[in-house]
C-alpha cells in the first residue's frame, strides 16, 4: 500500500481497550497472531473501571442452589425475553470459568470464611452470584487483563480517535483510518479482522453514568460499514445516579448499596418500593421494615427486597416517586444504607461509595442518605452478532461488549455486564483467529475511503463561519434527555426524529478554530456524527416499538405487547456515511431450543 499517512499492520485488530477489547486481544496472541489495540483514551482508563457492583457467574459459592441454568433464566426474563437466546445461554454456561481465570491471573477477589470467592445478592438474579472486590470491581478486572497483556508484548495505541472502518475492493473490512489526539496526525491501519469494543453511547443523554468517550463510535461505524444495529431503543437508565452536587450529576452510585442492604425512600420517609411490586408480593400487615423484608423473602418465591427488582422497574418506579412531588430537594429519592448496618460494616464493603459521596459531595452514608435518582448508564443495543463467534454480517468484522447487541435483550441485569465482556471478548478473538484461518481475509486496503474519511474530518477548519460543536452536543443532550429519556411518547419522539434532521443540517457546519494538535473542539466535531447516527437509530427504534418492554417505556403503549417479543428492530444505512438513510426493519429472533423453553417454565 501506498499512501502519506503513517501505517501499521496487524492480523488482528481490536478497537477499545476495556474489558471486551483486551479479553479478545488476550484470546488472538493465544492464538499465535499479531495484535493491535486502538483506544482513544489512556490504557486503564476504560469505562469498564467505573463498573463496582461484581460480575455475575453461577459459580454457588454462596447459594449452592445456583446453577446456569438459572442464571439464563433470571437473565433472560430481565431481559424480557427480547435476549438471543444462545447468547444468554453461552454467558450463563462460561461465566464461572472467566472469573475462575481471571483470579488465576491475579485477581483479588473478596473471599468467603472457607476461602472461595464471595458472591453478593444483586437485582434480578434470584441467588447471591456476583463475584466481586469490594465495589471496585472493574478496576480490578481491568488491572488483572491490563497486567495479562502487557505481559504478552501486545501493541497498544493510545489516544487514538478512529474515524471510519475502510473494507477491500470485494467489501470485507481491511483496517480503519484514525487520527492521534495529541497531534492532529492520521494514521491507517490494516488488518484482517477488526473487533469493535468499545463500549456506549450515553454521552448522548444530559444526564450519564458514562466518561467522555461513551459516544458510541463502535456503533455508528459499524453502522455505516455494512452491519446492523438491534435493540438501540433500549436504553437502560441506572436507577442510582449521584444527584447533588450537579458537578458529580449521573456519576454512578452501585447496584451493591442495594446489594448490601440499602433501602429506598420519599421525602416522606416511606420505604415505596413495595408500592411497585404486584400486591401479592405486599405484607400490609408488618409492623416493622425488618418484618416486612422476611415475609417479602419467605414469600415471594425466592426472590431478594424490592429494591433489588430489576433496574428499569426500579428506575421507574423512583421516577414515578419524583413526578408525584415525593422527591428530595435536588430531584431524587433517598438511598439509606446508614440506618441498616453499621458505619464498620459500610466502609469495609462500600470504601468506594463511602468515599465518592464524602470527597464530593459532603455526604457520610454511615450516618445519613444518599440524593440518587435514574442516570442514562447503559445501551442494550448493539451491533448485530452471531453468538458464537462475534461476527457481524460484514465479512472480517466482529463485536463485544457493550457495543454489541443481542445478549441483554430489552434490559440488563447488574453484574451481568462484566461477565459479559470477559465471555464474548474471549468468543471474539477466537472468531477473529477462525476466520483469519480460514483465508478468506481482506489484503488491500480501499484508499479512496481513508481519503473521503480524512476529508470530512477536516472539513471543519475550512470554514470561517459555523456553528460551535460544544453547543450542538448540548442542543442534543438536553433534547434527547427530554424526548427519548426515561418516559417515552409518540409526540416525543417524532419530535426528537424531526429535530435530529436539522441536527444533521448543523454538524454539517460546524466550524473549528485552531490547529489539529490538542484540540477538543475538533476531536468532539469527529465524535458528533457517530452521536447523531446512534440517537437517529434510538429514536426510530422507540417510534416502531408501540409497547413498554425493558429498558423501552411508552407512556402512550404502558403495556408490553406478546407480538413485539417476536423480533428485534435492526437497522441499516442505505449508503456508507453519516448522514445516510436509516433503513429499520423487523429481524425475528433466534428460535428457542425446546430445552431452553423448558427451563424458563420452571419456577424454582
Given at each position: 500500500?501506498?499512501?502519506?499517512?503513517?501505517?501499521?499492520?496487524?492480523?488482528?485488530?481490536?478497537?477499545?481497550?476495556?474489558?471486551?477489547?483486551?479479553?479478545?486481544?488476550?484470546?488472538?496472541?493465544?492464538?499465535g497472531?499479531?495484535?493491535?489495540?486502538?483506544?482513544?483514551?489512556?490504557?486503564?482508563?476504560?469505562?469498564?473501571?467505573?463498573?463496582?457492583?461484581?460480575?455475575?457467574?453461577?459459580?454457588?459459592?454462596?447459594?449452592?442452589?445456583?446453577?446456569?441454568q438459572?442464571?439464563f433464566?433470571?437473565?433472560?426474563?430481565?431481559?424480557?425475553?427480547?435476549?438471543n437466546?444462545?447468547?444468554a445461554?453461552?454467558?450463563?454456561k462460561?461465566?464461572?470459568?472467566?472469573?475462575?481465570?481471571?483470579?488465576?491471573?491475579?485477581?483479588?477477589?473478596?473471599?468467603?470464611?472457607?476461602?472461595?470467592?464471595?458472591?453478593?445478592?444483586?437485582?434480578?438474579?434470584?441467588?447471591?452470584?456476583?463475584?466481586?472486590?469490594?465495589?471496585?470491581?472493574?478496576?480490578?478486572?481491568?488491572?488483572?487483563?491490563?497486567?495479562?497483556v502487557?505481559?504478552?508484548?501486545?501493541?497498544v495505541?493510545?489516544?487514538?480517535k478512529?474515524?471510519?472502518?475502510?473494507?477491500?475492493?470485494?467489501?470485507?473490512i481491511?483496517?480503519?483510518?484514525?487520527?492521534?489526539?495529541?497531534?492532529?496526525?492520521?494514521?491507517?491501519?490494516?488488518a484482517?479482522a477488526?473487533i469493535?469494543?468499545?463500549g456506549?453511547?450515553?454521552?448522548?443523554?444530559?444526564?450519564?453514568s458514562?466518561?467522555?468517550?461513551?459516544?458510541?463510535?463502535?456503533?455508528?461505524?459499524?453502522?455505516?460499514?455494512?452491519?446492523?444495529l438491534?435493540?438501540?431503543?433500549?436504553?437502560q437508565?441506572?436507577?442510582?445516579?449521584?444527584?447533588?452536587?450537579?458537578?458529580?450529576?449521573?456519576?454512578?452510585?452501585?447496584?451493591?448499596?442495594?446489594?448490601?442492604?440499602?433501602?429506598?425512600?420519599?421525602?416522606?420517609?416511606?420505604?415505596?418500593?413495595?408500592?411497585?411490586?404486584?400486591?401479592?408480593?405486599?405484607?400490609?400487615?408488618?409492623?416493622s421494615?425488618?418484618?416486612?423484608?422476611?415475609?417479602?423473602?419467605?414469600?415471594?418465591?425466592?426472590?431478594?427486597?424490592?429494591?433489588?427488582?430489576?433496574?428499569?422497574?426500579?428506575?421507574?418506579?423512583?421516577n414515578?416517586?419524583?413526578?408525584?412531588?415525593?422527591?428530595?430537594?435536588?430531584g431524587?429519592?433517598?438511598?439509606?444504607?446508614a440506618?441498616?448496618?453499621?458505619?464498620?460494616?459500610?466502609?469495609?464493603?462500600?470504601?468506594?461509595?463511602?468515599?465518592?459521596f464524602?470527597?464530593l459531595?459532603?455526604?457520610?452514608?454511615t450516618s445519613?442518605?444518599?440524593?440518587?435518582?435514574?442516570t442514562?448508564?447503559?445501551?442494550?443495543?448493539?451491533?448485530k452478532?452471531?453468538?458464537?463467534s462475534?461476527?457481524t454480517?460484514?465479512?472480517?468484522?466482529?463485536?463485544a461488549?457493550?457495543?454489541?447487541?443481542?445478549m441483554?435483550?430489552?434490559?440488563?441485569?447488574?453484574?451481568?455486564?462484566?461477565?459479559?465482556?470477559?465471555?464474548?471478548?474471549?468468543?471474539?478473538?477466537?472468531g477473529?483467529?477462525d476466520?483469519?484461518?480460514?483465508?478468506?481475509?481482506?489484503?488491500?486496503?480501499d484508499?479512496?475511503?481513508?481519503?473521503?474519511?480524512?476529508?470530512?474530518a477536516?472539513?471543519?477548519?475550512?470554514?470561517?463561519?459555523?456553528?460551535?460543536?460544544?453547543?450542538?452536543?448540548?442542543?442534543?443532550?438536553?433534547?434527547?434527555?427530554?424526548?427519548?429519556?426515561?418516559i417515552?411518547?409518540?409526540?416525543?419522539?417524532?419530535d426528537?426524529?424531526?429535530?435530529?434532521?436539522?441536527?444533521?443540517?448543523?454538524?454539517?457546519?460546524?466550524?473549528?478554530?485552531?490547529?489539529r494538535?490538542?484540540?477538543?473542539?475538533?476531536n468532539?466535531?469527529?465524535?458528533?456524527p457517530a452521536?447523531?447516527?446512534?440517537?437517529?437509530?434510538?429514536a426510530?427504534?422507540?417510534?416502531?416499538?408501540?409497547?413498554?418492554?425493558?429498558?423501552?417505556?411508552r407512556?402512550?403503549?404502558?403495556?408490553?405487547?406478546?407480538?413485539?417479543?417476536?423480533?428485534?428492530?435492526a437497522?441499516?444505512?442505505?449508503?456508507?456515511?453519516?448522514?445516510?438513510?436509516?433503513?429499520?426493519?423487523?429481524?425475528?429472533?433466534l428460535?428457542m431450543?425446546?430445552?431452553?423453553?423448558?427451563?424458563?417454565e420452571?419456577?424454582?
Amino acid at each position: 500500500m501506498t499512501s502519506s499517512y503513517e501505517h501499521h499492520d496487524y492480523d488482528v485488530l481490536i478497537i477499545g481497550a476495556g474489558g471486551a477489547g483486551l479479553r479478545a486481544a488476550i484470546e488472538a496472541k493465544q492464538r499465535g497472531l499479531k495484535v493491535g489495540i486502538i483506544t482513544k483514551s489512556l490504557l486503564g482508563k476504560a469505562h469498564t473501571v467505573m463498573a463496582e457492583g461484581g460480575m455475575a457467574a453461577a459459580m454457588g459459592n454462596v447459594s449452592a442452589e445456583d446453577n446456569w441454568q438459572v442464571h439464563f433464566r433470571d437473565t433472560m426474563r430481565g431481559g424480557k425475553f427480547l435476549n438471543n437466546n444462545r447468547m444468554a445461554e453461552l454467558h450463563a454456561k462460561e461465566s464461572p470459568d472467566r472469573v475462575r481465570e481471571l483470579e488465576q491471573w491475579g485477581a483479588l477477589f473478596d473471599r468467603t470464611k472457607e476461602g472461595k470467592i464471595l458472591q453478593r445478592d444483586f437485582g434480578g438474579h434470584r441467588y447471591a452470584r456476583l463475584a466481586h472486590v469490594g465495589d471496585r470491581t472493574g478496576l480490578e478486572l481491568i488491572r488483572t487483563l491490563q497486567q495479562k497483556v502487557v505481559s504478552m508484548d501486545t501493541d497498544v495505541f493510545m489516544e487514538c480517535k478512529v474515524l471510519k472502518l475502510v473494507h477491500d475492493e470485494n467489501g470485507r473490512i481491511a483496517g480503519c483510518v484514525a487520527y492521534w489526539r495529541p497531534t492532529g496526525e492520521f494514521v491507517t491501519f490494516s488488518a484482517k479482522a477488526i473487533i469493535l469494543a468499545t463500549g456506549g453511547a450515553g454521552k448522548s443523554w444530559k444526564f450519564t453514568s458514562n466518561s467522555w468517550e461513551g459516544t458510541g463510535d463502535g456503533h455508528a461505524m459499524a453502522l455505516w460499514a455494512g452491519a446492523q444495529l438491534i435493540d438501540m431503543e433500549c436504553i437502560q437508565f441506572h436507577p442510582t445516579g449521584m444527584v447533588w452536587p450537579l458537578s458529580v450529576r449521573g456519576l454512578l452510585v452501585t447496584e451493591g448499596v442495594r446489594g448490601d442492604g440499602g433501602v429506598l425512600r420519599n421525602s416522606e420517609g416511606q420505604r415505596f418500593m413495595f408500592n411497585y411490586v404486584a400486591p401479592m408480593f405486599r405484607d400490609e400487615t408488618a409492623e416493622s421494615e425488618e418484618e416486612g423484608d422476611k415475609w417479602y423473602d419467605d414469600h415471594a418465591a425466592g426472590r431478594r427486597p424490592p429494591e433489588l427488582l430489576p433496574r428499569d422497574e426500579v428506575a421507574r418506579a423512583i421516577n414515578s416517586e419524583v413526578k408525584a412531588g415525593r422527591g428530595t430537594p435536588h430531584g431524587g429519592v433517598y438511598l439509606d444504607i446508614a440506618s441498616r448496618r453499621t458505619p464498620e460494616f459500610i466502609r469495609r464493603r462500600l470504601p468506594s461509595m463511602y468515599h465518592q459521596f464524602m470527597e464530593l459531595a459532603g455526604v457520610d452514608i454511615t450516618s445519613e442518605p444518599m440524593e440518587i435518582g435514574p442516570t442514562c448508564h447503559y445501551i442494550m443495543g448493539g451491533v448485530k452478532v452471531d453468538a458464537d463467534s462475534a461476527a457481524t454480517l460484514v465479512p472480517g468484522l466482529f463485536a463485544a461488549g457493550e457495543c454489541a447487541g443481542g445478549m441483554h435483550g430489552a434490559n440488563r441485569l447488574g453484574g451481568n455486564s462484566l461477565s459479559d465482556l470477559v465471555v464474548f471478548g474471549r468468543r471474539a478473538g477466537m472468531g477473529a483467529a477462525d476466520y483469519i484461518e480460514s483465508g478468506q481475509a481482506a489484503t488491500s486496503l480501499d484508499m479512496s475511503e481513508v481519503e473521503e474519511a480524512v476529508q470530512e474530518a477536516l472539513a471543519p477548519f475550512d470554514r470561517t463561519e459555523g456553528e460551535n460543536p460544544y453547543d450542538i452536543q448540548r442542543d442534543l443532550q438536553e433534547m434527547m434527555q427530554l424526548n427519548v429519556g426515561i418516559i417515552r411518547t409518540a409526540g416525543e419522539i417524532e419530535d426528537a426524529i424531526t429535530q435530529l434532521e436539522t441536527f444533521t443540517d448543523r454538524v454539517k457546519n460546524i466550524a473549528v478554530k485552531g490547529g489539529r494538535a490538542y484540540n477538543p473542539g475538533w476531536n468532539l466535531a469527529t465524535d458528533l456524527p457517530a452521536m447523531l447516527t446512534v440517537c437517529k437509530t434510538v429514536a426510530r427504534g422507540a417510534s416502531l416499538r408501540k409497547e413498554s418492554r425493558g429498558g423501552h417505556t411508552r407512556e402512550d403503549f404502558p403495556k408490553a405487547d406478546p407480538e413485539f417479543a417476536k423480533f428485534n428492530f435492526a437497522h441499516t444505512t442505505s449508503g456508507g456515511n453519516w448522514d445516510s438513510e436509516i433503513v429499520t426493519v423487523e429481524s425475528p429472533l433466534l428460535p428457542m431450543p425446546d430445552e431452553l423453553k423448558a427451563l424458563l417454565e420452571e419456577t424454582k
